[in-house]
């Protein structure tokens, strides 16, 4: 079964409108919940974390993630898009089901237009 | 506080030929770990090295192999290259435990022809 499944490889946006990139994981344990971003020909950054605290987290430019239990998913949103949020973004799981290493999601191309 | 670097940034081997990649950790992490992404796709999991030991290893053949020196620096070599090797090697390291984030450098691309 897929550990974690971003479920769109391309979102599309215009400049100041809202931001939602879905991710959904599967793991009989809790998990720590991470999004990472890669822009072109960079290593991954890291947007924001997840590690059993506030279901609500808040990451670096703007962006937040919110823990859904029941849903077992892990959204990524940001009020407003501005262009150098082009890149592609990672969803990522780690938990003891997966021998705590980090499981990547195959991530989704956010464009962002003027 | 320096971060994670790679070497080299760009490489082109042949088929059956071996390669060896090194990454230099963030000041203070003692964990570092690899990851391969292929064109398209997410970064898998090769292995993970703690101290100088391996301590987790992804679904890769043993012509994987790597190596974590006392100064925490790693090396990731491939043995008899092949074509699907061709990708994005992202070394990250952190300061162990669950909870650490890992902190990536920008990969060494290998082309196999």
């Known amino acids: 079964a897929q550990s974690v499944t971003q479920l769109d490889s391309h979102v599309s946006v215009s400049e100041g409108t809202p931001v939602l990139l879905r991710c959904n994981y599967s793991?009989?344990?809790?998990?720590?919940l991470f999004w990472y971003v890669q822009h072109p020909n960079k290593g991954l950054q890291l947007l924001l974390k997840?590690?059993?605290?506030?279901?609500l987290v808040k990451g670096i430019n703007g962006f937040e993630a919110e823990f859904k239990k029941s849903e077992t998913s892990f959204h990524l949103t940001k009020p407003s898009a501005h262009m150098s949020d082009a890149a592609e973004y990672f969803c990522?799981?780690?938990?003891?089901?997966?021998?705590?290493?980090?499981?990547f999601g195959a991530g989704t191309i956010l464009r962002v237009k003027s | 506080e320096t971060g994670v670097t790679q070497s080299p940034t760009h490489l082109i081997k042949t088929r059956g030929q071996q390669v060896t990649l090194r990454c230099s950790s963030q000041s203070g992490h003692n964990t570092v770990s690899w990851y391969q992404q292929a064109l398209g796709q997410g970064p898998q999991f090769i292995f993970q090295y703690y101290r100088e030991e391996e301590n987790g290893r992804g679904n890769f053949p043993p012509r994987f192999s790597g190596l974590q020196f006392p100064n925490y620096s790693s090396e990731l070599n491939v043995n008899a290259l092949e074509l699907d090797d061709s990708a994005l090697y992202l070394c990250a390291s952190s300061l162990g435990g669950s909870n650490s984030p890992l902190h990536f450098g920008n990969g060494t691309r290998l082309t196999v022809t």
């Open positions: 793991s009989s344990y809790s998990p720590s």
């Open positions: 990522v799981v780690r938990t003891l089901e997966y021998g705590n290493k980090l499981v």
């Open positions: 997840y590690t059993s605290a506030a279901t």
